[in-house]
């Protein structure tokens, strides 16, 4: 079947504007992760969601970052007065539920502020 | 919380020879899970190796094999007869049996032919 999508593939803005990216699940999974990854880091974590209990936000860096799911569909990452230091490679997961395993991950979305 | 440790940021590999990758994360849990993912510079995850920690003989996927010790907190990935497409990105990741994944910082490999 199909894998994780996310789109737009690549995203330059300016800063100071709104961004938004989204991120298409695998059919049937229920949690969904967001990431981020800077230039040559690691994976940071920002957002989980669980089918429809309350996300966890606990990773999102600041107030300008938000996330909304509806049930166990698309996600929606929305970066509001983007700066440069937003500029990074923003990876989707999803697994079939909260106690399994694996994370399959999308392609990403790489997001430069100029 | 629990970390995860790669304390090689960069090894290379010459094509056909053998490398390992060093992993080591801290936990209270006693049961979890362990990963290794490869991010190739087209930058999608992809998931090597995954190892359960209740289970003691280490996982096994074709010429990706780990060293598991669980006392030691160490999970290693070695790879046998390496290839050029093997050159990637390799995070070892933690997931306990909640919500929490942790990936360790990468390391990144080269193979030279």
């Known amino acids: 079947g199909a894998g994780v999508s996310q789109s737009p593939s690549n995203k330059v803005t300016e800063k100071g504007k709104d961004v938004e990216l989204r991120c298409d699940p695998i059919s049937g999974h229920t949690a969904l992760y967001w990431y981020r990854q800077r230039l040559g880091q690691g994976l940071e974590f920002l957002i989980y969601?669980?089918?429809?209990?309350?996300?966890?936000k606990s990773g999102l860096p600041s107030d300008r970052f938000s996330a909304e799911r509806t049930g166990e569909s698309v996600s929606t990452l929305t970066i509001q007065r983007t700066q440069q230091e937003d500029s990074a490679v923003y990876l989707c997961?999803?697994?079939?539920?909260?106690?399994?395993?694996?994370?399959?991950f999308g392609p990403g979305t790489r997001l430069t502020v100029l | 919380a629990q970390t995860v440790t790669q304390s090689q940021p960069e090894m290379s590999v010459q094509e056909a020879e053998t490398v390992t990758l060093s992993c080591t994360y801290d936990t209270s849990e006693s049961d979890y899970y362990l990963f290794w993912y490869k991010q190739p510079p087209s930058r999608q995850m992809i998931l090597v190796i995954r190892?359960?920690?209740?289970?003691?003989q280490n996982a096994t996927e074709n010429r990706f094999s780990v060293n598991f010790q669980k006392a030691a907190k160490s999970f290693s990935l070695k790879i046998s007869d390496s290839q050029l497409g093997d050159a990637a990105m390799y995070f070892c990741a933690y997931k306990d049996y909640g919500q929490n994944f942790v990936f360790g910082p990468g390391t990144r490999l080269s193979v030279l032919p």
């Open positions: 997961a999803s697994s079939y539920g909260k106690y399994t395993d694996t994370q399959y």
């Open positions: 969601f669980q089918g429809n209990s309350a996300p966890d």
């Open positions: 190892q359960e920690a209740y289970k003691q």
